[in-house]
């Protein structure tokens, strides 16, 4: 099991670019989220999924879109890049109702210049 | 709303010290989980114990060591005889609940940076 992983580890943009932040499991988890990590404010959660079809905003969801077309897939879209999204992204899953903990990508750094 | 707060930014300690972290918690929640997840200088999540709010008894895990008390709302954390491997950035946080346990919405608290020194 290569568990969660997250395509690119690092990605320098110029503002008003769009890219996509890829993340995908193997583990056939039902949820999973994307959260934002930036200095002094630990971790917040930018979307999440609680299976194929379905998507929900979190805490910070302004400036990104995702979607949900496969159990295995959670891409994150940054729609026009502006410096306040530098940071660093981290996807998770879980197992849905025999939950326990979620699995954390290694995470994306994205500066946005 | 939800809300975690972990006062102590830094610690620096001395290796084999033993060293405690914070963590406070607000919810209205009568089913909620906690947990606490370390992030190492590599920079990965690491998850360390996950706890229910009907549970209220400390946990143990070799040099790790967890009291949650729901009369202050507080879910501490310790570490015996510390080690300088124990270096890390360490998050508290907390669910709500959803259908058959947690949810995969966590509410994180700002992260205390722990420095052990040799």
């Known amino acids: 099991n290569a568990g969660v992983t997250q395509t690119p580890k690092f990605q320098v943009l110029k503002t008003g670019q769009s890219m996509t932040l890829q993340c995908a499991q193997d583990?056939?988890?039902?949820?999973m989220s994307w959260y934002r990590q930036d200095p002094g404010m630990g971790l917040r959660l930018i979307h999440y999924s609680v299976g194929a079809g379905i998507t929900d905003q979190g805490e910070v969801p302004n400036g990104y879109n995702v979607s949900r077309s496969t159990t295995e897939d959670f891409p994150l879209r940054l729609l026009s890049a502006a410096p306040s999204q530098t940071s660093v992204y981290f996807c998770?899953?879980?197992?849905?109702?025999?939950?326990?903990?979620?699995?954390f990508g290694p995470g994306t750094r994205l500066t946005v210049l | 709303a939800q809300k975690v707060t972990q006062a102590q930014t830094e610690i620096s300690v001395v290796e084999k010290e033993d060293v405690t972290l914070d963590c406070v918690y607000e919810?209205?929640?009568?089913?909620?989980?906690l947990f606490w997840y370390k992030q190492p200088p590599s920079g990965e999540l690491v998850f360390l114990i996950r706890r229910n709010s009907f549970d209220e008894q400390n946990e143990i895990s070799g040099r790790y060591s967890w009291n949650f008390q729901k009369s202050t709302s507080s879910f501490n954390f310790t570490i015996t005889a510390s080690q300088v491997v124990d270096s890390a950035v360490y998050f508290c946080a907390l669910s709500e609940a959803g259908y058959g346990g947690a949810t995969n919405k966590l509410i994180f608290g700002t992260g205390t940076l722990l420095a052990v020194q040799p």
């Open positions: 998770a899953s879980t197992a849905g109702t025999t939950y326990n903990e979620q699995f």
């Open positions: 583990m056939n988890h039902e949820y």
């Open positions: 919810t209205r929640d009568t089913t909620y989980y």
